[in-house]
């Protein structure tokens, strides 16, 4: 978070601890249930569905996708 966002110019340090609090209390119930959920015909491991969720969230928070944050 803090190589991605080193600055509050899109996340305030409150925010951006609200958003890890988050992703570490809900990232395992949610491979849980795309495990349980899904059927891989490539088989991935769990580090590679936290990565794909890290990219979509760093794409999610850019100002240039239309991100702002209500203060």
């Known amino acids: 978070m803090e190589k991605k966002f080193p600055d ?8 951006k601890a609200l958003l890890y ?3 570490v209390a809900t990232i395992d119930i949610g491979i849980d249930k795309i495990r349980a ?7 991935t491991d769990n580090l590679q569905l936290v990565k ?5 969230l760093e ?3 850019k100002p240039e996708s239309g991100f702002t944050a209500v203060n």
């Not at 509050?8 to 925010?15: C, F, G, T, Y």
């Not at 794909?52 to 979509?56: D, K, L, P, T």
């Open 8 to 15: 509050e110019s899109i996340l305030s340090a409150d925010e």
């Open 21 to 23: 609090d988050t992703f």
């Open 37 to 43: 959920a899904f059927n891989e015909p490539v088989k």
């Open 52 to 56: 794909s969720v890290c990219n979509f």
């Open 59 to 61: 794409i999610f928070i």
